[in-house]
Structure formats: structure tokens, C-alpha cells
């Protein structure tokens, strides 16, 4: 059976800056992923414009995540947005870059830190035994175990967690609806009457031709969607993609959406060339499920930009709650930047352990900001640090981490550590 220092599930945002981060320490490394390329919601959901780096005319997040994205940029000959004006709505500080390209360098830093890599596998248990965890995983092959010092959950639904007994919190509130992401082409936007169009569509609503998630994020108008050709548009509401038969739903649902879409355009005048021009392969999923941790940051914690004792990254977005009927917005106030406790990513009874990026312990309404990308590559790359030091040292209890050799070492790697 092979034996690991850091075992990483998942290699989204969160998974793949932890486990170079991890395996550039030295430790032995092994990351995990379902799909068959890296980058999560930025190249498989192709929520390919992350952010938000900079805060108030500073960087506030860099690093390996960083670093990919800014040479995904230079490769594809873009740009990066001028981040100098900090009243720019937070979209135009988004970095819009090429999702095949970032996966493919992603693949060259990851082959190149020393990790070993599992595409087309997902964890089947975790255990825990003789002090290490019991990790069996899925592939093409069947089932298989390996054990490691320290586990990583970057899974964003908090699957290794729940498998490894980890408490999880309970889901009251309505969670947000999911994305499929899609470009239109074939038309221009500049003919079409947006008011006529939104009276068909209308209509088209009461006859149960279409439905309300259709219509995007405020629920009444094509707009959005016609003027962007889609993209991050339309919403997939009622879902829970926590298991498998929750995103089989998902998928099903939204790709639905997908084609009601097309066919009520495809029919109506100015769209007659209408047609996809590519679509994530995946529905984007905002939400699923946070654990239990040590602390849990609050919207209150959130917006306060509150320095807490163990912070370990900045998070900069503004609260970004999308529901069933719209959207719950909140700009950070001028000169606000949360920050991310380390204890947030430990759940609570369990050692040699840690929970980052989205299912980091939060409440609904921090979490809706602090879920992004640029900050899941932030919380990553200091979970994979924290495991590393430790699984180096035989420290069980991530609390007890040196924070001046964490510093460090996320420094090391051109990450930025809270003041």
C-alpha cells in the first residue's frame, strides 16, 4: 500500500495550489480528482474569469494560484484588468482567461512540484488507523487503498470529510442554485428589442414553456443572458449537489434549462442563426455543505474584515447570496479585507485533518463570498503549507503550527500572509 506525507481530494481552486504547495515543501503528495482535468470551477465549470486578487488597490491574494492564472494570461496573449481603480464594480477586477490553457499549465506545475496525480478518481472511505488515515479510492481499475499523515478535503461538498466521521453543519437555509455556463453565437444583440423579447418570454412562462431559473439572476429578463450569450447566466434553482444522485439532478436539470433556452430563442426574430457555441461539460455549484470547525466566520466576522488570532489568508469579495428570486448583494466598505482563520478549515474532534475553500466552516452569507475562487486558491495553498509542516514535524494538531515557519513557507511560494 502506498503511504503519502499529504493526500489532497480534489483539484479545483482549492486542491491544486494545496497540493503544490504541499509537494514543493518536500512532502510526499498525492492529489485526487473526479474528472479528468484540473482546475474545478475555473476550467471544468469554466467559471474561467476568477478573482478577486487585489483589494483597495493592493494585492491582497497571490501566489500558486496566482501565478497560474497570470501566466494563463501571458500564454493566451490578454490581459489583466487595471486593479488601480477601487471603485470598479468587482467583476471588473475578474481575470478572463482560457480555460484550456490554465489546465494544461496547471498539469505542467503540478508534474513538475513532485506530486503524484489521480485523474478519474474519487475516495470510496476514509478510516482512520495506526494514526494515519485509510484513504480507498475508485479508478478505472476498481477499488484500491492508500494511507497518508494528513488529509486534505478540497472537494467543495466536503465529501472526504463526511467519510471520515468529520461533523458537518446542517443545511436550514434554501441553498443557492447552480450555473450551467454557455456561449450563444449566431446573433447580434444590438437588434434585438429586449422589452419584446422578455413579453414572449413571458408568455412563454405562463404556457410552462420555460421557467423562472431561465430567466437568470433577477428571474424576469433576457437581458443578462442575450447581451452576455450566456455565459454565468442563468440559474439551476432546487438542487443539492452533495452526493451523486443530487448532481445527477443537477446536471439533468440545468442542461434542461439549457435547451428551453435555446429553443424559445432559436424560434424568435434576430436568432434565427443562433446556435452553442460550447458549454461546460459540468454545472457550476455554488454551495453544498461546510463542516463543523473550530470556528465558524460569520457574516458578521465577514464584512467587519475582523483579524482573527490564526489567520493564515485574506478572502476580498462582497457578499454574493444568489436565490431562487435573485440575488443578495453587499459591497465590502472602503478599506474592509476578511481574512480566513486557519481554525475555520479544522473540524472540530479531528486531528490531521483540514477542510479548505468552500466547505471551510462558515454561515450562508459569508460563505457566498468567501467561496470564490481567488480565495479558495488562498485557503489552498495554506491548508496544503499547515499539512506539510506538520506531516514534516509529526505534529497531529494543525492549531499548534508554527505560524512564523507557515509565514514562511507560504512567502516561500509567493503567497501574501495576513498583516
Same mark, same amino acid.
Given at each position: 500500500?502506498?503511504?503519502? $506525507?499529504v493526500?489532497? =481530494?480534489g483539484?479545483?481552486? /482549492?486542491?491544486?495550489?494545496?497540493?503544490i504547495?504541499?509537494?514543493?515543501?518536500?512532502?510526499?503528495?498525492?492529489?485526487?480528482? @473526479?474528472?479528468?482535468?484540473?482546475?474545478?470551477?475555473?476550467?471544468?465549470?469554466?467559471?474561467?474569469?476568477?478573482g478577486i486578487?487585489?483589494?483597495?488597490g %493592493?494585492?491582497?491574494?497571490?501566489g500558486?494560484?496566482?501565478?497560474?492564472?497570470?501566466?494563463?494570461?501571458?500564454?493566451? &496573449?490578454g490581459?489583466?484588468?487595471?486593479?488601480?481603480?477601487?471603485?470598479?464594480?468587482?467583476?471588473?477586477?475578474?481575470?478572463?482567461?482560457?480555460?484550456t490553457?490554465?489546465t494544461?499549465?496547471? !498539469?505542467?506545475d503540478?508534474?513538475?512540484?513532485?506530486?503524484?496525480?489521480?485523474?478519474? /478518481?474519487?475516495?470510496?472511505?476514509?478510516?482512520r488507523?495506526d494514526?494515519?488515515?485509510?484513504?480507498?479510492? +475508485?479508478? @478505472?481499475?476498481?477499488?484500491?487503498?492508500?494511507?497518508t #499523515?494528513?488529509? =486534505?478535503?478540497a472537494?467543495?461538498?466536503?465529501?472526504?470529510?463526511?467519510?471520515?466521521?468529520c461533523? =458537518?453543519?446542517?443545511?436550514?437555509?434554501?441553498?443557492?442554485?447552480?450555473?450551467?455556463?454557455?456561449?450563444?453565437e449566431?446573433y447580434?444583440?444590438k437588434?434585438?428589442?429586449?422589452?419584446t423579447?422578455?413579453?414572449?418570454a413571458?408568455?412563454?412562462?405562463?404556457?410552462? #414553456?420555460?421557467?423562472?431559473?431561465?430567466?437568470g439572476?433577477? &428571474?424576469?429578463?433576457?437581458?443578462?443572458l442575450?447581451r452576455?450569450?450566456? #455565459?454565468?447566466?442563468i440559474?439551476?434553482p432546487?438542487? !443539492?449537489a452533495? $452526493?451523486?444522485?443530487?448532481?445527477?439532478?443537477?446536471?439533468l436539470?440545468?442542461r434542461?434549462?439549457?435547451?428551453?433556452?435555446f429553443?424559445?430563442?432559436? @424560434?424568435y426574430?434576430?436568432?434565427?442563426?443562433?446556435?452553442?457555441?460550447?458549454?461546460?461539460p459540468?454545472?457550476?455549484? %455554488?454551495?453544498?455543505?461546510?463542516?463543523?470547525?473550530?470556528?465558524?466566520i460569520?457574516?458578521? !466576522?465577514y464584512?467587519?474584515?475582523? %483579524?482573527?488570532? !490564526?489567520?493564515?489568508?485574506?478572502?476580498f469579495?462582497p =457578499?454574493?447570496?444568489h /436565490?431562487?428570486?435573485?440575488?443578495k448583494?453587499?459591497?465590502?466598505?472602503?478599506g474592509?479585507v476578511?481574512?480566513?482563520?486557519l481554525?475555520?478549515?479544522?473540524?472540530?474532534?479531528?486531528?490531521q485533518?483540514?477542510?479548505?475553500g468552500?466547505?471551510t466552516?462558515g $454561515?450562508?452569507?459569508?460563505?457566498?463570498?468567501? %467561496?470564490?475562487?481567488?480565495? +479558495?486558491?488562498?485557503?489552498?495553498?495554506?491548508?496544503g503549507?499547515?499539512?506539510?509542516?506538520?506531516?514534516?514535524?509529526?505534529?497531529?494538531n494543525?492549531?499548534?503550527?508554527?505560524?512564523a515557519?507557515?509565514?514562511?513557507?507560504l512567502?516561500?511560494?509567493?503567497?501574501?500572509?495576513p498583516?
Amino acid at each position: 500500500m502506498d503511504s503519502y $506525507d499529504v493526500i489532497v =481530494i480534489g483539484g479545483g481552486p /482549492t486542491g491544486f495550489p494545496a497540493a503544490i504547495q504541499a509537494a514543493r515543501m518536500g512532502a510526499k503528495t498525492l492529489l485526487v480528482e @473526479k474528472s479528468g482535468q484540473l482546475g474545478g470551477s475555473t476550467t471544468l465549470n469554466r467559471v474561467a474569469f476568477p478573482g478577486i486578487f487585489h483589494a483597495w488597490g %493592493r494585492q491582497v491574494i497571490a501566489g500558486i494560484g496566482w501565478d497560474v492564472v497570470c501566466r494563463t494570461v501571458e500564454v493566451d &496573449g490578454g490581459e489583466l484588468p487595471d486593479f488601480s481603480d477601487i471603485h470598479a464594480r468587482h467583476w471588473q477586477h475578474q481575470v478572463r482567461l482560457c480555460p484550456t490553457i490554465m489546465t494544461a499549465l496547471i !498539469d505542467e506545475d503540478i508534474q513538475q512540484s513532485g506530486c503524484e496525480l489521480l485523474l478519474h /478518481t474519487i475516495p470510496a472511505s476514509v478510516t482512520r488507523e495506526d494514526e494515519q488515515w485509510q484513504v480507498q479510492l +475508485c479508478g @478505472k481499475e476498481g477499488l484500491f487503498t492508500v494511507s497518508t #499523515k494528513w488529509l =486534505i478535503d478540497a472537494s467543495g461538498d466536503a465529501n472526504a470529510a463526511r467519510m471520515a466521521g468529520c461533523p =458537518i453543519q446542517p443545511r436550514n437555509e434554501e441553498l443557492q442554485p447552480g450555473t450551467l455556463v454557455f456561449c450563444l453565437e449566431g446573433y447580434d444583440s444590438k437588434d434585438i428589442d429586449i422589452d419584446t423579447l422578455d413579453l414572449a418570454a413571458q408568455r412563454a412562462l405562463a404556457e410552462g #414553456k420555460l421557467e423562472r431559473g431561465d430567466f437568470g439572476w433577477g &428571474g424576469h429578463s433576457f437581458g443578462q443572458l442575450v447581451r452576455s450569450r450566456g #455565459k454565468n447566466a442563468i440559474h439551476t434553482p432546487e438542487i !443539492d449537489a452533495v $452526493d451523486s444522485a443530487g448532481k445527477t439532478h443537477a446536471e439533468l436539470k440545468s442542461r434542461a434549462a439549457l435547451l428551453r433556452v435555446f429553443r424559445f430563442l432559436k @424560434k424568435y426574430p434576430g436568432f434565427e442563426g443562433l446556435h452553442i457555441a460550447w458549454c461546460a461539460p459540468e454545472c457550476g455549484i %455554488r454551495e453544498t455543505r461546510c463542516i463543523v470547525g473550530e470556528s465558524q466566520i460569520t457574516y458578521d !466576522d465577514y464584512i467587519s474584515g475582523k %483579524r482573527w488570532p !490564526d489567520a493564515v489568508c485574506y478572502s476580498f469579495y462582497p =457578499i454574493d447570496l444568489h /436565490t431562487h428570486d435573485g440575488l443578495k448583494y453587499e459591497k465590502l466598505a472602503e478599506g474592509v479585507v476578511p481574512t480566513i482563520p486557519l481554525s475555520a478549515m479544522i473540524p472540530v474532534g479531528t486531528t490531521q485533518f483540514l477542510a479548505a475553500g468552500r466547505c471551510t466552516s462558515g $454561515d450562508q452569507l459569508a460563505h457566498s463570498a468567501y %467561496r470564490v475562487q481567488a480565495s +479558495c486558491m488562498a485557503m489552498g495553498q495554506a491548508a496544503g503549507a499547515v499539512a506539510a509542516l506538520c506531516a514534516q514535524q509529526g505534529q497531529a494538531n494543525a492549531a499548534q503550527v508554527d505560524f512564523a515557519e507557515l509565514k514562511s513557507a507560504l512567502e516561500a511560494q509567493g503567497a501574501v500572509f495576513p498583516d
